[in-house]
């Protein structure tokens, strides 16, 4: 049988999935932490933060490499990578784009690429529709979506009374969704 450290990527992975061996994930993490530090500064522009995603990075392979099939590790990991360093850098964005993501009843693609190129623009068009939202609406969906701010703490910083505050939040997803519409036709 070959020596753990000389498989490639995928024997490796399968190695790992079959029988857990922890020394499997160092050897992953020799092979590609300099790449990840690398592809994390490019995006955080932080060493410190940078370093701290490899790490989570790393902990998340950890956790979760039994649900995935990956065929291709490098272009996976730069792929799980650059997401998590977009979520890092945008905060809850998924979780606003997930609330929208039912519009044009999106198939599911088979290349990842693919997947993360769409997901990009989705994030890219959210973000050019939350600009064209007027003044309450988009101050409340930023406040509330992308710096994690209650409906209290929006009051407390705006002003607006709470009731306003809710409203303001689901006109403004109205008119993203309607917004986004328009660019899906």
Same mark, same amino acid.
């Given at each position: 049988?070959? %020596?753990?450290?000389?498989?490639?990527?995928?024997? *490796? =992975?399968?190695?790992?999935?079959?029988? $857990?061996? !922890?020394?499997?994930?160092? +050897?992953?993490?020799?092979?590609?932490?300099?790449?990840? *530090?690398?592809?994390? @500064?490019?995006? @955080?522009?932080?060493?410190? %933060?940078?370093?701290?995603?490899?790490?989570?990075?790393?902990?998340?392979? =950890?956790?979760?490499?039994?649900?995935?099939?990956?065929?291709?590790?490098?272009?996976?990991?730069?792929?799980?990578?650059?997401?998590?360093?977009y979520?890092?850098?945008? $905060?809850?964005?998924?979780?606003?784009?997930?609330?929208?993501s !039912?519009?044009?009843?999106?198939?599911?693609?088979?290349?990842?690429? #693919?997947?993360?190129l769409?997901? #990009?623009?989705?994030?890219?068009?959210?973000? #050019?529709?939350?600009? %064209? @939202?007027?003044?309450?609406?988009?101050?409340? =969906?930023?406040?509330?979506?992308?710096?994690?701010?209650?409906?209290?703490? +929006?009051?407390?910083?705006?002003?607006f009374?709470? !009731?306003?505050?809710?409203?303001y939040?689901?006109? $403004?997803?109205?008119?993203?969704? *309607?917004? *986004?519409?328009?660019?899906?036709?």
């Open positions: 049988m070959q %020596a753990v450290s000389e498989m490639t990527d995928e024997h *490796l =992975i399968v190695h790992i999935k079959q029988t $857990g061996d !922890k020394q499997g994930f160092s +050897i992953l993490y020799r092979r590609y932490a300099h790449l990840l *530090l690398g592809w994390c @500064l490019r995006y @955080l522009k932080n060493q410190v %933060a940078s370093e701290d995603a490899v790490m989570d990075i790393m902990e998340q392979l =950890i956790q979760n490499l039994h649900r995935y099939e990956i065929k291709d590790f490098k272009n996976w990991l730069f792929l799980v990578t650059r997401n998590h360093c979520m890092r850098l945008r $905060g809850q964005t998924h979780v606003l784009i997930d609330d929208l !039912k519009l044009a009843g999106e198939e599911i693609m088979e290349n990842q690429e #693919e997947v993360h769409n997901i #990009e623009q989705q994030e890219n068009d959210l973000h #050019e529709a939350i600009e %064209a @939202l007027k003044g309450p609406q988009k101050e409340c =969906i930023i406040l509330f979506y992308f710096k994690k701010k209650s409906y209290k703490e +929006i009051t407390d910083l705006t002003g009374d709470e !009731k306003k505050v809710k409203s939040i689901q006109n $403004g997803k109205r008119n993203l969704r *309607l917004g *986004l519409e328009k660019d899906f036709t």
